[in-house]
């Protein structure tokens, strides 16, 4: 799961940001989001991550560090939410609008978003697949 979610977050890309706002269409205007790293973790969710975890050290640009958190989320989205770690489309969805986001179904009018569920889920089982070949 952790790949797929990478994959579809920053293409592993270790200093993955969001897009630009721009004011009038010219002036840039920030980001869309605080979302920074492999797993495109918003500083609040990483300070919860480092505080809850004990990995109080960890760094968005560091893979290893990032492959936890989304262990790490996952976990917790199971937790609070009720949703299976092996049931990626959820835990995807889950991921992206956060755990509020995803009671509230803020996802079910999304279809890009659902799309982009659908391909992390495939994306999943076939990094699955290419794991248990692995010698």
Not at 35 to 43: H, K, L, S, T
Not at 106 to 123: F, G
């Amino acid at each position: 799961m952790q790949l797929s979610f990478i994959l579809t977050e920053s293409n592993f890309r270790p200093r993955a940001k969001t897009a630009r706002k721009y004011f009038l269409g010219v002036f840039p205007a920030g980001r869309l989001s605080s979302a920074f790293g492999y797993a495109q973790a918003i500083d609040s969710t990483w300070e919860e991550y480092k505080n809850k975890s004990g990995n109080r050290f960890s760094s968005r640009t560091n893979f290893a560090d990032s492959v936890d958190f989304i262990g790490w989320y996952a976990s917790e989205t199971a937790k609070k939410l009720k949703i299976s770690e092996s049931d990626v489309f959820n835990q995807y969805l889950a991921y992206h609008q956060g755990h509020k986001g995803y009671q509230r179904g803020s996802y079910k009018t999304k279809s890009n978003l659902l799309k982009v569920a659908r391909r992390t889920q495939a994306n999943a089982r076939t990094f699955n697949l290419q794991l248990k070949n692995c010698g």
